[in-house]
Every structure is written in C-alpha cells, then in structure tokens.
C-alpha cells in the first residue's frame, strides 16, 4: 500500500469507466486512492443494448436499463462529474482538460492514472436528408428517448430500418412489436454480415415470415422529405421506401478524436491499441476499455474492434483490479454474438467462411438441422447449425447457430470449445446435459461436430 | 473389405444397440455383415427418459417417444428378432442361447462380434407390499403404459412418489400435472442427492412451493395395502402417507447377469468394464455400452454407472463405427445431468463438495445468485450458481446450477470447460454470448467463476 494519495481520472462513466471505478475502489480505500469521473451525457452505468427493448415496449422505463445513477457512484466515493466533457489530454503533463457543459466552464485537472472509456459512435453516412426530423440513431438513452418520444408524437405506422446487424434487426422487431409495418434496408446480400450468407438467408426468411419487408443489396442514397422538411421515405438507387420514421442501424466507429490528438496508438480500426492488462500500448499509466479500442482476435489472430457491452464490463474489471494495484488481463474474444428477431434466435462465434479463406486457413463447412428438445416435446422447434472446422487437424473454427428457443446460447458450448483449441472430434463426446425438455438425446452441437468430423475425414480422402 | 461375411449379433435393441446396427450397417453392406438383435420386449429405441412427460401428458401418445420401429430397423437389413430374450453368451463357442418367448422355443446362434447392451434395471427393495396392485415403476415403455392405465382406471388424487433423485422428481411433476397431491418420501436429507445438499435445499424449497409435500431423511419400511391387497399408504419409520398409487424412483443397476454368467469383467458397480473404444476389457469381439457398461469419470478417475440416454447413444454410435470398421471412442464423462420440476431447472456437473473430498482434494466452493436474462427484461428471473474450484491450481472441478427458464443448460459451459480442463480464473474470459434476452452483461458462470477466482486467492493467504 502506497502512503502517497494517487488520483485516477476516468474519461466515460459508462461500462467500462464505472466498472474500472467500482472496481478500483474495492480495492482502494478513498484514502489511498482518489477517484474523478467524467461524463459528457446525462447517464452513468446504463445498457446501450437494452435500447431496443425499451422502444419495442419489453422494458417499461428508461430507468429499468441504468444499472446505478450518478449518485449511487457518488456515495461510493466517486467524484463523478456530470455533463462534463473531456477536450483534451495532455499526457506530458498528465493531465485533462475538462469543460462543464452547464457551466460553460473549462478547467485543467491532473491525474497518476488515467482511464479512457469514451466509447464509441454511431455511423451516420452523409446522406440528403439525414438529419431531418424523424430520422434517429439508438445508441445513447437519449437516442432513445429521443426516438420514443417522436413515435408517441407521429401518426404514422412505416418504419424504415437502415442496416440489418444486430441493432437493425433488433429494432426491426422493435417497431413490429409497436404495430409498424417495418422494412429493413441493408447493403449486404443477406441480413446479418457477421454470418455467413448461407445463414443470413435464413434470418432474412425468418424476418420475412414476421411480416417485414427485407430489402438486400440496396445503398441507402437519400432520405425523403415532406415539404415541413419531416422525412417521408427513403431512397435507394432503385426505389422509394415511404418511412414516418427512419432507424439508423449501421453500427458503430471507436469514439477516439480525444486519444488520437493525444498522440495514443491507434489500430487499423480506429480503436485504441492496448496490452493483455488493457493498458494503453507503450503508456505505463493511462488504460482504456470498451467500445474505444480494439479487441485481440484470438482466432485470426487479429485486433478487431466488437462494440458490445459484456466485453466492455470485463474491460472494465481488468482495469479496476490494475488500477486498484492487483493484476487482472483480458486475453481476448473469440467472436461470440447473439440477438434475437422476435422469437428467431441468431448467434455466432468464431470464423465465418470469409474469415477462414482470409486467415488463408483450409476448412469445411457442415450445416445441420436438428431441434431445441427432444423432437416429441411440447415446444420443439428447428434449429440450424453450421459448423467450421479446419482440414487435416480438424480444430473447430466457428459456429453459427439461427433457431428458436434455446437456440442461441448453444453458441457458449462452441466459445469454450474454440477457447480450448478443440479438435470436432473431441467435441463429438462432449457430455453435455441432457433430458428431453432441454435437448435431443444428441444435442445440435454434437449433431453438428459429427458431420464435421466426417466432412475433415472425407476431405482429408481427397487431393488437396 | 474383408470378402468373408461376418456376423454381428446384439443383445437388447435400444440406444445403445440399435445406434450400433444402424452405424454398422452405414459402413457395411448386408453383403459384408450380418447384423442379428435380440429384444426381449416388445419395443426398440425409445426414450426412456420420455416416460416422465407421457405420463404427465405433456407427451401424447407413447408411439411418440419410439424413435424408430423394429419395421423401420427391418427397412435396414437388420434380423430383429423382437420377444426373444437371450438366455446365455457361450464366449468360447462364439455363440448366444435364444429363446423366442412367443413360441418358447430356445436355439443357439453364433456370432464373430457381440454387442452387449442390456441396460439396466430399476432397483425394487424387498418390502412387504412392493408387489401390490398401485406400486409402479417407469423404467420401461411397458412400465409407463401400466401406470398411465392404473391411472386412468383409479379414482384416486393421492401419489407418493419414492426417491427423489431425477426419476423421483420428474415422476413428481408429472403426478402434479395429472392434478394429483404429490408426496415424495426421500432417503436423502434433500432431494437430487447428485446435488450438494445446499443446491438440493432449493429444489426441496422450489417443490414445496409447488404444493409437493417432501419427507426427506425417511426410509420407506413397507406398502401398506387395503383389504383387496392395493395399495392404501406408503409407510416409513415415523409415519403414513396414503396412496392411491405408489411411483418407485429408485434409480438403477446394471443389467449384467448374463455377462456376469458368461465370466465377463463387472465393475464395482455392477457394469461391464470396458476400454475407450467400448470393446469389454479382454475380449476382442465383443462390446458394450448403455445402462449395462461402467463409464470412466474424467474427474475423478474411477468408473461409475450413470443410466443416460445420451451416453447410450454416444456408446453405440462408437461400437458401430468401431464393428463397422472404423475406430472411434468413448473418453469418458464429466457427470453431467439437467432436470427440471415444472419450471425449475436443475444441472450439475463434475464433483460435488463430497466427490472432491472423496478425491483427497483442497478446493473452494462459491455460490452465486444471478439471472437468467438481463434483469430489466422481461421473465428475468433468479438462478443460483455453486462453483467448485481447486485450491492453489483454481481448476475448475464441479458445477452446480438451479434455476428458472434458461439455467439448466447453461451447466454446458462448465462441462466443457472441465472437458478442457480450464481454471477459474481462464473462465472469467470466456466469450459467452450475451443480449438482454439471454443473459445478464455477466453471465451467471462468469459471476461464479470471478467470486471462485476471489475464493481461491483468499485460500491461498491463509495457511494450508
């Protein structure tokens, strides 16, 4: 224990930021360790992904998704400084330069540690008619509330959903539980681009079944107005989607002007570059976490930046426990995803096929249809499964998984399979649970890892 | 291709032995091997596990729980010789004696490779009235379909259910379905003794909640009957439960008394021994699988017999390959199993705080309490954790999981994690899949796994 007082200073007070504080402070008695957050919003420790449930109705209030208000952070002892934006880092002179926002005031502050958490932004492209009136973005609760409030005040019942990722198609089922008829509009072939096509299509199918127009392979080239300047439709090259209200779902950028001014490494993607403990790279005292940085791939091996808030939690911890003077890492993701379109469950870990050929690896593939129960037990729907695995020694590359109920977080038993390194084969006797409300007596996953042992055996048969 | 035909002849037509012939029977032509089966009673690979939810209704007819028939086996060239039960292995002759029970007519048949998958058999203790008209047991399709007569045949409301391991609760909940008063009388001092007793206590509590009266720490000394010999009252030591039906819930042992006769090697437990690629240990043409063999526990490094469909399945898809031609094995099991009574879910997997003292083990045991889902979504509801870890090393060694919707399979992670043999420490990183309809931004095994980290951390600073 230091005798000397230190000061850490959090730039975010989101996830990861209040994860890192919270954390840091069991560790560091207020004595020992002074702690100074920053956020430029209104919100604290809130669940940017239970956004949609809340437009959609689930989720009654906006309150149900902050998981502690400002002053729960205060009392314990957390100088959180609301509505207060960071304009500047200056890492000579560790320090930030902070300005508060209802003040209009601007003040230096220093700090031993510093913990970067800003997070990241939202694509908007710059389009015509972007910014009219009707048109949202969901990523802050603002966001949020913002767009609810513009659907109690509009008459109208079409919703045009631009991007069909997982914030598309997780609001596309929003405005169809508000009674909107919804079309999702989306560059990519299928819905769905951190799968591979051949599954996307089966989302695509699901989404159509629940009544939402899918639009594939369009570009998004204006959006329409009426003459009060509202927006009216969208527009691709080909045609005109009449819209009272325009979702945009297009994913996210690293939120790093602040890092990259201050001369901090960034990646290929914009994210800040960090080590296993998420320290910043080549800084001995600055740290930074969540959807700001770039996350270590373990399968390809790659930085890649995944704005998703389970990471940003761990991140969070890995930095409290480091800040607070115990070691703690974050090796890295193996790409796990889920979400859900109503009752269609759609998850994914690992490689895609277009990972596998960019990574230069030589795979093959399996899909396979099997249920959630047992096949005579009340309740038993399809399910797919696709599985990569590589040739020769047959380690499991990826899975992708689109079903009903109890579909989606099969994916864990591949995301610890893929952690391990297995092989298909090892997989094949895996003793998962098993009773007929909860599986087949083979369940998907090992279904799955049969076929894909005997795709390597007969690859391995043939020329290479 | 061996051009001379063989002859592979099967004891018991179910999982295990039916999975052989029909993996068999995909690697080798009618014209290269023969397959013969013997089934003493009158059905073929059905699910047993499926009785429970036939008699609560949840199932509708028995048919459904038959995967496939001895016409359907026929289709496939294999001689099924239904009511024909084997009377003796002459292991030296390389030959089985039948009897064909519809003709009672007996013969001998040789076999080149045996199968041996006899199951098991419900344990029935010798008490005055077992026998009475009422007392039932559901190891058998022909089991279920006379207790599903009695109970349409019985004006009764009054079911005590004996034993309360998985068969136990199950039966309980199907009673409770029927709309029958359910009480279970258990031996145990709570019921799922495959539970620490902590974990059982939840189950007890969640049954009692469902308005199931439970006697724990009792032993049943006698049925007591009425005057026309049916069952009237289950009795125990201290006390009288009345009964308008009585389900025994007893578990299993090893069907092996014609491999017993034949000199072949029995376990402590009463199954055949055999090595990983399921041959019987010594013998070179002959295997076993199912509810007959003993199976190797990865965890503890000793045999045990665990009656589960899956392994059942695994064991003959395994034998197949291996008669067939090919060569694939069985490693062994981690002991996991998931239940449910109505909408509690229970799982477990690897050792239990006895097992890891039985193992001469220094671990830690933490318990956590989480949620299925994020807790502002919608059907959140609790899910508590057990984790046990390893002193010093933070091994994973046993999990334990009972909760609502969602927290019985989630023991799947655990199980392949001690498959992988990974710590504690390597799980808090896992990628699991995570949106607020699926889990909370910590899963609740990453929760256990971060408080088992603390867990053993703070072991290690006390002295041993």
Same mark, same amino acid.
């Given at each position: 224990?230091?005798?000397?007082?230190?000061?850490?200073?959090?730039?975010?007070?989101?996830?990861?930021?209040?994860?890192?504080?919270?954390?840091?402070?069991?560790?560091?008695?207020?004595?020992?360790?002074?702690?100074?957050?920053?956020?430029?919003?209104?919100?604290?420790?809130?669940?940017?992904?239970?956004?949609?449930?809340?437009?959609?109705?689930?989720?009654?209030?906006?309150?149900?998704?902050?998981?502690?208000?400002?002053?729960?952070?205060?009392?314990?002892?957390?100088?959180?400084?609301?509505?207060?934006?960071?304009?500047?880092?200056?890492?000579?002179?560790?320090?930030?330069?902070?300005?508060?926002?209802?003040?209009?005031?601007?003040?230096?502050?220093?700090?031993?540690?510093?913990?970067?958490?800003?997070?990241?932004?939202?694509?908007?492209?710059?389009?015509?008619?972007?910014?009219?009136?009707?048109?949202?973005?969901?990523?802050?609760?603002?966001?949020?509330?913002?767009?609810?409030?513009?659907?109690?005040?509009?008459?109208? %019942?079409? /919703?045009?959903?631009?991007?069909?990722?997982?914030? $598309?198609?997780?609001?596309?089922? !929003? +405005?169809?539980? #508000? &009674? =909107?008829?919804?079309?999702?509009?989306?560059?990519?072939?299928?819905?769905?681009?951190?799968?591979?096509?051949?599954?996307?299509?089966?989302?695509?199918?699901?989404?159509?079944?629940?009544?939402?127009?899918?639009?594939?392979?369009?570009?998004?080239?204006?959006?329409?107005?009426?003459?009060?300047?509202?927006?009216?439709?969208?527009?691709?090259?080909?045609?005109?989607?009449?819209?009272?209200?325009?979702?945009?779902?297009?994913?996210?950028?690293?939120?790093?002007?602040?890092? %990259?001014? /201050?001369?901090?490494?960034?990646?290929?993607?914009? $994210?800040?570059?960090?080590?296993? !403990? +998420?320290?910043? #790279? &080549? =800084?001995?005292?600055?740290?930074?976490?969540?959807?700001?940085?770039?996350?270590?791939?373990?399968?390809?091996?790659?930085?890649?930046?995944?704005?998703?808030?389970?990471?940003?939690?761990?991140?969070?911890?890995?930095?409290?426990?480091?800040?607070?003077?115990?070691?703690?890492?974050?090796?890295?993701?193996?790409?796990?995803?889920?979400?859900?379109?109503?009752?269609?469950?759609?998850?994914?870990?690992?490689?895609?096929?277009?990972?596998?050929?960019?990574?230069?690896?030589?795979?093959? /593939?399996?899909?396979?249809?099997?249920?959630?129960?047992?096949?005579?037990?009340?309740? !038993?729907?399809?399910?797919?499964?696709?599985?990569?695995?590589?040739?020769?020694?047959?380690?499991?590359?990826?899975?992708?998984?689109?079903?009903?109920?109890?579909?989606?977080?099969?994916?864990?038993?591949?995301?610890?399979?893929?952690?391990?390194?297995?092989?298909?084969?090892?997989?094949?006797?895996?003793?998962?649970?098993?009773?007929?409300?909860?599986?087949?007596?083979?369940?998907?996953?090992?279904?799955?890892?049969?076929?894909?042992?005997?795709?390597?055996?007969?690859?391995?048969?043939?020329?290479?």
């Amino acid at each position: 224990m230091s005798s000397t007082k230190e000061r850490l200073v959090i730039i975010g007070a989101d996830a990861t930021g209040m994860s890192a504080a919270s954390q840091a402070r069991r560790l560091r008695s207020p004595e020992e360790l002074e702690i100074v957050a920053f956020e430029r919003g209104d919100f604290t420790s809130y669940s940017a992904c239970g956004i949609p449930y809340w437009v959609g109705g689930a989720v009654d209030e906006r309150d149900d998704l902050v998981a502690r208000t400002p002053e729960e952070h205060r009392e314990r002892a957390i100088d959180l400084r609301m509505r207060t934006e960071v304009l500047r880092i200056d890492v000579r002179g560790r320090r930030v330069l902070a300005r508060d926002l209802e003040a209009g005031k601007e003040y230096w502050t220093t700090y031993d540690k510093l913990v970067i958490a800003t997070g990241a932004r939202p694509l908007r492209p710059s389009l015509p008619g972007i910014d009219a009136p009707g048109v949202h973005g969901v990523q802050t609760l603002g966001d949020g509330q913002a767009l609810i409030e513009t659907l109690e005040r509009t008459e109208g %019942r079409r /919703a045009v959903v631009v991007g069909a990722g997982y914030i $598309g198609v997780e609001m596309a089922e !929003a +405005m169809i539980q #508000r &009674g =909107y008829d919804v079309t999702v509009v989306n560059r990519g072939k299928e819905p769905m681009s951190t799968l591979d096509a051949d599954m996307g299509r089966l989302v695509h199918e699901a989404m159509t079944g629940l009544g939402i127009e899918m639009v594939n392979d369009a570009e998004v080239t204006k959006i329409l107005t009426d003459d009060d300047g509202r927006v009216r439709a969208v527009a691709t090259e080909n045609a005109e989607y009449p819209a009272d209200v325009v979702i945009l779902g297009l994913g996210v950028r690293p939120e790093t002007e602040l890092a %990259r001014e /201050a001369g901090l490494p960034l990646g290929d993607h914009g $994210g800040l570059l960090t080590d296993l !403990a +998420m320290r910043v #790279r &080549g =800084y001995e005292d600055i740290w930074a976490g969540g959807d700001c940085v770039e996350v270590f791939d373990l399968m390809s091996g790659r930085e890649r930046h995944i704005a998703l808030g389970t990471h940003a939690n761990k991140h969070g911890q890995v930095i409290g426990s480091n800040v607070g003077g115990g070691y703690a890492t974050f090796p890295g993701v193996v790409g796990t995803a889920v979400s859900k379109v109503c009752d269609l469950e759609i998850a994914r870990t690992g490689l895609r096929e277009k990972d596998a050929r960019a990574a230069g690896l030589r795979y093959v /593939a399996v899909t396979i249809e099997s249920t959630n129960r047992a096949g005579y037990y009340p309740g !038993a729907a399809l399910m797919t499964v696709k599985m990569l695995a590589e040739r020769r020694t047959g380690k499991l590359l990826g899975v992708q998984i689109v079903g009903r109920e109890g579909a989606g977080k099969r994916v864990d038993v591949a995301a610890v399979a893929l952690t391990a390194g297995m092989t298909v084969e090892q997989m094949t006797a895996l003793d998962l649970g098993y009773a007929p409300p909860f599986s087949p007596v083979w369940d998907p996953i090992l279904v799955a890892a049969r076929k894909a042992v005997a795709a390597v055996r007969a690859a391995d048969e043939q020329p290479s």
